[in-house]
């Protein structure tokens, strides 16, 4: 079975930056796209950033481009995202998500394996 384990949540003040990790364990998950989303309080998960299977092509929700950057570890199973810039709205449970797909898409049926998430809280 694969098993995704997100880490590296935290409190942190506005402006801060904060670095998630996404270990992989079980079957190896080098072919598959690999994404991150959010879910704060009372609203639905959010697609956050994505990466395709080979790492070269990435997406950004509107909302944290330019603050965010989604990377892969060289032997794929492994995926990060540095948060620059934290606002009090980026708030939320992150969660480390992988595709049989191709392609990294927003929608969360997308995807086929999911994380048990970790809580980033940006509060002065």
């Known amino acids: 079975q694969v098993q995704l384990v997100e880490s590296g949540g935290g409190l942190v003040q506005p402006g801060g930056s904060l670095r998630l990790s996404c270990a992989a364990s079980g079957r190896a998950l080098s072919s598959y796209a690999m994404g991150w989303f959010r879910q704060a309080p009372g609203k639905e998960r959010e697609f956050v950033a994505g990466?395709?299977?080979?790492?070269?092509?990435?997406r950004y929700a509107d909302s944290v481009k330019g603050r965010f950057t989604i990377s892969r570890g060289n032997d794929k199973n492994t995926v990060y995202l540095q948060m620059n810039s934290l606002k009090p709205e980026d708030t939320a449970v992150y969660y480390c998500?992988?595709?049989?797909?191709?392609?990294?898409?927003?929608?969360?049926?997308?995807?086929?394996?999911w994380g048990q998430g970790t809580q980033v809280t940006v509060s002065s």
């Open positions: 990466i395709n299977w080979s790492g070269a092509s990435t």
């Open positions: 998500a992988g595709s049989k797909g191709l392609f990294a898409t927003i929608r969360p049926d997308d995807y086929d394996y």
